[in-house]
């Protein structure tokens, strides 16, 4: 079974860090873009970070010069490192990846990271 699992949410005071990971596992060939998206209570979820090739990453605007996201094609892996936290980063995150398979490709959700932000 294909899925992806996500880790290292938390709680974390504003200015202070957090990395998030999220993990590939199944029967995958290999791995595509992989990205991180977010939402926040009574808001739509929005694009965080993708990496889409070794030379390729977007961020949102309000996320830029703060958070750095990184990809391990060999461990089917990417992260999410989060610095200076803002009290309007807290969200739940949601790692999001294109992987291959003998189906061809496929684009998966993980379950969900919660991430809150407080004082």
């Known amino acids: 079974q294909v899925q992806l699992v996500e880790s290292g949410g938390g709680l974390a005071q504003p200015g202070g860090s957090l990395r998030l990971s999220c993990a590939a596992s199944?029967?995958?060939?290999?791995?595509?873009?992989m990205g991180w998206y977010r939402q926040a209570p009574g808001k739509q979820r929005e694009l965080v970070a993708i990496?889409?090739?070794?030379?390729?990453?977007n961020y949102a605007d309000s996320v830029k010069g703060r958070f750095t996201i990184s990809r391990n094609i060999a461990e089917k892996t990417v992260y999410l490192a989060m610095n200076s936290l803002k009290l309007e980063d807290t969200a739940v995150y949601y790692c999001?990846?294109?992987?291959?398979?003998?189906?061809?490709?496929?684009?998966?959700w993980g379950q969900g990271t919660q991430v809150t932000v407080s004082s």
């Open positions: 999001n990846a294109d992987l291959f398979g003998g189906w061809g490709k496929r684009n998966y």
């Open positions: 199944g029967s995958i060939f290999s791995i595509g873009a």
């Open positions: 990496v889409i090739n070794s030379r390729t990453t």
